[in-house]
């Protein structure tokens, strides 16, 4: 634990702000998961950082919630829950347009953002279960390699390789402090010598102990940003500054790196927002050699679930989320999302391809959603 918090620092770290660590209030431990060597490390970390960590008898995780339902929401999201993944879970799913297939460490994130993609997709209260069984889901990655339907079949895509991403149901920075998870796996594919990546997007910033890591170009990390005037949207996270000079860093130890726009939203003045937020990432990215740089476009949207349980979470929220100016889009999953409608998703398309070709022409558009 002590290489991931206590690294010697040169002048350029201690000049730079401390990284934004999450600490949970309470670990629950449940008994299957200290049967694993990576569920009693995550024990350990989380003990000799100070907090409780409560081993159950059994793997029902007993919450013990508060009865007030904002109480309850704020006790859950200060709770971390080291659990075994089953097989459900262990089972990868394809995830286009941003990868072949999603690997998952974990369900549930830190952050507090008022946009939540996982608002409404996860079942119970908001805990961030983290899971011990490792070994089990790397096992689970060789038999897809070349059978993924996203870079393994694109011709523009190709030398990525087969594509595993990390941060779809979780932010795996924000948590690796904790579980060593995204270190583990950032490893395990830089010691994989097949045509692979590995991708993670976060809106946290402490990736010290990943530059150390010999990751040998097989993992892209992507900044998830958004211009600073909706930082009230994006509550717990790192800073967007703090972000950018975090995928900097990244960028110049070799790693490939990626900005996700998203949600882009298309509220007032959003013009003049997201044009100083693509200058802010022209110039902090400015000093990378060689930089291989995506981008990623994606529009805020939401479901009429995500909306209930949303403002049940945040009832202070101004986010917009009525349906003037949306129509309707239906997943390929059957379910039903309130997206920006035509007009005004072709006047934010037209928009950022023309400032990302002029303020960061080495930059990939990967997609545009």
């Known amino acids: 634990m002590s290489s991931i918090l206590s690294a010697p620092a040169d002048d350029a770290q201690r000049d730079r702000p401390a990284p934004r660590l999450w600490l949970p209030r309470r670990v629950l431990a449940t008994r299957s998961a200290l049967q694993w060597e990576h569920g009693r490390a995550i024990a350990e970390r989380a003990a000799a950082l100070g907090v409780e960590v409560r081993e159950l008898p059994n793997d029902r995780l007993a919450l013990d919630l508060s ?179 975090a995928l900097a860093r990244m960028g110049e130890t070799g790693y490939p790196i990626g900005l996700t726009i998203a949600p882009i939203i298309a509220a007032e003045g959003w013009e003049a927002a997201y044009a100083e937020l693509i200058d802010a990432a022209s110039a902090a990215l400015k000093g990378v050699r060689d930089i291989d740089l995506t981008i990623e476009l994606i529009t805020h949207r939401f479901s009429p679930t995500s909306r209930v349980v949303l403002q049940r979470w945040y009832p202070g929220s101004d986010l917009e989320m009525g349906t003037e100016k949306r129509t309707e889009k239906r997943t390929k999953f059957g379910t039903v999302k309130q997206v920006y409608d035509t007009a005004t998703m072709r006047s934010l398309r037209t928009f950022f391809e023309a400032e990302i070709a002029q303020q960061l022409p080495a930059a990939r558009i990967l997609y545009w959603t």
Not at 124 to 147: D, F, S
Not at 157 to 165: D, V
Not at 176 to 182: I, K, M, R
Not at 187 to 208: C, I, N, P, Y
């Open 67 to 245: 009865t007030d339902e904002r109480r309850a929401y704020v006790e859950a999201k200060q709770t971390l829950a080291i659990v075994v993944a089953p097989p459900s879970r262990r089972r990868l799913q394809p995830i286009a347009p941003s990868a072949d297939w999603r690997v998952d460490l974990a369900e549930g994130c830190p952050a507090h953002c008022s946009y939540c993609y996982l608002a409404g997709s996860l079942k119970g209260p908001p805990i961030t279960r983290v899971y011990a069984n490792l070994p089990e889901i790397l096992a689970e990655l060789p038999g897809h390699l070349g059978n993924g339907t996203v870079t393994s079949r694109s011709t523009s895509r190709a030398a990525e390789g087969t594509t595993f991403e990390a941060s779809c149901y979780t932010d795996p920075l924000a948590l690796d402090h904790l579980t060593g998870s995204l270190s583990a796996l950032i490893t395990h594919f830089g010691e994989w010598d097949v045509a692979t990546q590995l991708r993670f997007t976060s809106k946290f910033d402490a990736v010290e102990p990943l530059l150390r890591l010999a990751h040998r170009g097989r993992t892209r990390m992507r900044a998830s940003i958004n211009p600073a005037r909706f930082a009230r949207f994006e509550g717990g996270t790192s800073s967007v500054a703090s972000r950018l000079a």
